[in-house]
């Protein structure tokens, strides 16, 4: 459940934030502080302060690197993500559930469990908007973020930047675009009234949305008749489009020749 909902454990370990030298600071209280300088110059040294009881074991003058652990236990998943990034977190998230199952004799594929993490790193948080209409500070699915940017560059436009953010399997599911799989799952009556209050859509394109309402989900069969519905619906628009044109065409040239003719 810690790990399913990224709680922060209560005595975690410490990681480098950057490649350095240890050096050891003044003393504060009953905490030892441990300053790592950066190799790049460009950098600014980093501080820690270490309660004194806890084991401790590098020396004065050890060569450290980002990620390596100053301080041992079970390292906080938002560090993880902030130090080292998505994929070692996706794969330190993997490696520990697994070994919860194996402990009890369970045997699960990792794909299953990938799914899960997937949807609790799905979200980026703006930083930079650029020329995009986000707000630093808004909560952005990374597809979304894509398709927005690709957009902006094309228009010769500053694209937003945005840092991955990891969620809770709970926050996770209620942060879903759609409010009926929302719903399904926790704080009911919020979700509802927030989407009743916001005026929202449902455009049903998730599995559970679709099942909640009776229809085929969009996977296998379900997905081939969304995309035949989606061809023809593209079809359907050009040929209105084609004969607005043509109609227009055909109402403009009389117009024309009466202009003209009046004219002379």
Known sequence: AELFEARRPKDHAIIAEIDGT????RDYKNKRRIIIEPHDSTLEPVEYLIPKGKPFHLQDGDVIEKGDYILD???????ILAIKGVEALASYLVNEIQEVYRLQGVSIN??????IVRQMLQ??????????????????????LEEVNERLIEDGKK??????????ITKASLQTPSFIS?????????????AAVAGKTDMLQGLKENVIVGRLIPAGTGGTMSQ???IATSRDELIIDERRKASGVEVAEPMLTDMVTAAQ
């Open 22 to 25: 240890v050096r050891f600071g």
């Open 123 to 144: 979200k980026v948080e703006i930083t930079t908007q650029g020329d995009s209409t986000y707000i630093p500070g808004d909560h952005v699915d990374v597809i979304e």
């Open 159 to 168: 694209p937003a930047e945005g840092q991955p953010v990891l969620l809770g």
């Open 110 to 115: 990792d794909k299953h469990i990938e799914v």
């Open 228 to 230: 035949i519905r989606r």
């Open 182 to 194: 929302a719903a399904s799952f926790q704080e009911t009556t919020r979700v509802l009234t927030e």
């Open 73 to 79: 236990g079970n390292p906080a998943p938002h560090d």
